[in-house]
């Protein structure tokens, strides 16, 4: 039998389509508007089965066993697992305040209704805080656009006749979008890529611009001033949609092509052509991805970037970058029941908190704050729900010592992870081909689509959802979790839409809330409080932050450690995600383990000679924060003076934790990003061993 549904093994959310034989998951496809020749495999997906089916899911509750040193876990029925954490709650409630229990979650593969389901138990409950992982991946991207033009924008390469992808590696990270990337291209369109790798996509480019890693704020104000001084900008546009154009000018002075190239590793000329490509090339998206994300300059530079796609005009446009129509859903997460006199664990962070309707709080390093340093009051208990933060988490060894802090820990997870191991209760959840689940992918646009189960569960263990309803009708919230099934739930959250599960499961590839319209701005303006594309924000100004990016002329160097590292010292990036794997997840299945055993440091061969490093040694890289040991590979795909670092091992053994080298003291000032993917490291090699 074949079924639709999403994979979410990723956060790339393909609509597939799977087989079922005898109850069981025997295989599965991605659908794509691409002949099947042309379609790209996943190699994860293929691996959906063993993956399901892996002899290490957890199959029953854990609990562990106090008077036993180490890691050790009992197993437990769901009753007593359930009813232990509630005490918990209740027992922390009472002797220092709901607030004092934190909800984690990460994985945004899993962002979905689960989300709200999280926020609305923690909010009836009493406590704020509720955390995503947003400041290290999307959010404070979508929040420096929603400071643009009101909200995040979805490119549209398949019908762009120029395509800038700026730090996003759809090949191995997001295989629909790259199918729309090769077909433009097909067309004629040109591509032109922002990397400081060389990325398939790189490696066909029309003009790749190989950047200093960190450095792309000063790289987007830098073609902002060649087309602003060069007239290439849609004046029409600009003169009656947006704000500010006089003071964007002002400041893109300071960032001349000829004052900006050496020190982001760049040559002059390849900017200029890269920003008049761009701007003479209509209509033309940009895709930005993670490369943007986890810098300490984030949202000014994402919001340079945004101010390219209003300046040229591109905004709202087929082929361009449209402004979402999101389908109306009810806001489930009950925020106005929260005592109005507790702070989020957040609070320093207010913007970021509030930039958005319901995607809450994502300042996630605060937790780590909260707990050890017990500002601005401490945390006692965690829940953990699809996250890893062991292994994913900036400066693992701080994040591993609040976690030993803590009173109470749960974990809710398919797998013992390395997170799990500092659990008093481990939860067994069901993947994401067992569980019915409105997607927040689809819900920000229509056409909304269904994550639908196609299997029943493994062992017994229990979808998300319901872990979460069960739990919160022990904490006596019987009244706001009164579903008892998925379907229930959502046909509730999705009323004000007219769309019903039923009619999800008839229409797998989706329903539309409304017509498509695109150029939406004439009729209603954009969604900022001037109603316009602001390059000048007042909101910013009035809350003591930059009115519009790089005014203050900074040239700083965005990367951690920059200031004390020595001379041999070499620019760490990370966050390489091959398409085996999911960050930390998957390195125990072993057809996937048997095409990429392990993690390499990619050095390039001049650094490689000079340092007598040859392919295979092992190295030791070290940074204030910690140590990794990982072997090398000599390969051209980094610049050199760069090297980039296997990402996600962490899980096999924490001696390749790269989040051992990140540092967590610096933040971006108003999204609290860190800077998770540049850091200036040291590198050695290991002799013996
Ligand atoms: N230095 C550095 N740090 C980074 C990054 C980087 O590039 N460099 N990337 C950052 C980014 S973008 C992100 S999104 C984060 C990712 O950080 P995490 O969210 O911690 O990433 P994963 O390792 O994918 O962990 C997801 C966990 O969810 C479990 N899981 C899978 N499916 C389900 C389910 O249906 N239900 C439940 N309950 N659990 C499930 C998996 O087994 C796994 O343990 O890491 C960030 N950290
Ligand atoms: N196979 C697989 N797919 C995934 C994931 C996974 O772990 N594995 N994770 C999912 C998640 S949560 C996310 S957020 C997305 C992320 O998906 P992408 O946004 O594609 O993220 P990455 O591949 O991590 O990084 C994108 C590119 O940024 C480049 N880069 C690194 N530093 C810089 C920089 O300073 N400037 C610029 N311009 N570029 C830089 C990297 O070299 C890389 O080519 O992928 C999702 N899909
Ligand atoms: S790319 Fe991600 S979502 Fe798409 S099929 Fe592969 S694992 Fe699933
Ligand atoms: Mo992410």
Redesign the pocket.
């Known amino acids: 039998m074949k079924m639709d549904t999403i994979c979410r093994l990723?956060?790339?959310c393909c609509p597939v389509e799977v087989v079922i034989e005898e109850g069981k998951l025997v295989g599965a496809e991605r659908k794509s508007f691409l002949p099947s020749a042309k379609a790209l495999k996943c190699p994860?997906l293929k691996a959906a089965s063993e993956i399901v089916y892996s002899p290490a899911r957890l199959k029953k509750p854990l609990v562990k066993k106090k008077q036993i040193s180490g890691n050790d876990f009992a197993e437990t029925s769901w009753n007593e697992a359930l009813d232990l954490i509630a005490e918990k709650f209740r027992h922390c409630k009472k002797s220092y305040g709901p607030e004092s229990v934190c909800w984690l979650r990460g994985?945004?593969?899993d962002w979905g209704a689960q989300w709200d389901y999280a926020n609305r138990l923690m909010n009836a409950f009493g406590s704020p805080n509720t955390i995503g992982n947003g400041s290290v991946?999307?959010v404070a991207r979508e929040m420096a656009h929603v400071y643009t033009y009101g909200a995040m924008t979805l490119p549209q390469p398949k019908n762009a006749r120029c395509i800038v992808v700026?730090?996003?590696?759809?090949r191995?990270?997001?295989p629909p979008a790259c199918e729309a990337i090769l077909y433009a291209k097909e067309q004629g369109a040109k591509l032109i890529v922002?990397?400081?790798?060389r990325?398939p996509l790189?490696a066909m480019a029309d003009i790749w611009l190989q950047?200093?890693?960190?450095?792309?704020g000063q790289l987007a104000m830098a073609m902002i001033q060649e087309i602003i001084s060069n007239d290439l900008y849609d004046t029409g546009f600009v003169e009656n949609f947006s704000l500010g154009v006089e003071d964007l000018k002002e400041a893109a002075k300071a960032y001349s092509a000829e004052k900006i190239a050496e020190r982001i590793w760049l040559n002059p000329d390849r900017i200029k052509a890269a920003a008049r490509l761009y701007a003479t090339t209509r209509p033309a998206c940009i895709i930005?991805?993670?490369?943007?994300?986890?810098?300490l300059q984030t949202f000014q530079a994402t919001r340079a970037v945004c101010m390219l796609r209003a300046l040229t005009g591109n905004l709202d446009k087929d082929g361009g970058d449209f402004i979402p129509q999101p389908v109306p859903v009810k806001n489930i997460q009950l925020k106005e029941r929260l005592p109005r006199n507790i702070r989020p664990i957040t609070c320093d962070y207010p913007l970021f908190n509030e930039f958005h309707d319901n995607w809450g709080l994502h300042a996630q390093s605060c937790l780590v704050d909260a707990i050890l340093d017990e500002k601005p009051y401490p945390i006692k208990m965690l829940i953990v729900q699809s996250g890893n933060p062991v292994v994913t988490m900036t400066d693992s060894n701080r994040v591993k010592k609040s976690l030993e802090k803590l009173e109470f820990m749960v974990v809710i997870d398919p797998f013992l992870t390395q997170t799990a191991r500092f659990a008093d209760v481990v939860l067994p959840a069901t993947g994401c081909f067992e569980k019915t689940q409105l997607n927040r992918a689809y819900m920000r646009n229509s056409p909304v689509m269904l994550q639908n189960q196609v299997i029943d569960w493994v062992g017994h263990s229990w979808p998300d959802w319901k872990i979460t309803f069960e739990l919160a009708r022990r904490l006596g919230l019987d009244q706001e979790f009164p579903w008892q099934t998925a379907e229930e739930a959502i046909d509730y959250q999705l009323e004000p839409s007219g769309i019903t599960c039923a009619m999800l499961r008839k229409n797998p590839a989706g329903i539309r809330a409304e017509a498509l319209k695109y150029e939406k701005y004439h009729k209603q303006g954009f969604a900022t409080p001037s109603g316009k594309v602001e390059f000048f924000s007042e909101r910013l100004q009035k809350n003591s932050q930059l009115a519009v990016p790089y005014m203050d002329g900074s040239n700083e160097n965005p990367i951690s450690f920059a200031g004390q590292s020595d001379e041999e010292a070499m620019i760490g990036?990370s966050?390489?995600?091959?398409?085996?794997?999911?960050?930390s997840?998957f390195h125990n299945i072993p057809s996937l383990l048997r095409r990429e055993p392990e993690g390499f440091v990619d050095i390039h061969p001049d650094d490689a000679k000079q340092r007598k490093i040859f392919n295979g040694d092992l190295l030791k890289l070290e940074t204030p924060r910690g140590h990794i040991r990982m072997k090398a590979r000599i390969s051209d795909v980094v610049h050199p003076g760069a090297i980039?670092i296997a990402?996600?091992w962490g899980e096999v053994d924490p001696d390749f934790n790269l989040n051992n080298l990140t540092d967590d003291d610096r933040r971006d000032p108003v999204t609290a990003t860190p800077s998770n993917?540049?850091f200036m490291c040291k590198i050695e090699k290991v002799f013996g061993d």
């Open positions: 990723c956060s790339a994860k994985m945004a593969a991946c999307h700026w730090g996003k590696n759809d191995n990270t997001c922002i990397d400081p790798i990325t790189a950047i200093k890693p960190g450095h792309d930005e991805g993670n490369g943007l994300d986890m810098q990036t966050g390489e995600r091959t398409n085996r794997f999911t960050h997840q980039q990402w996600g993917r540049s």
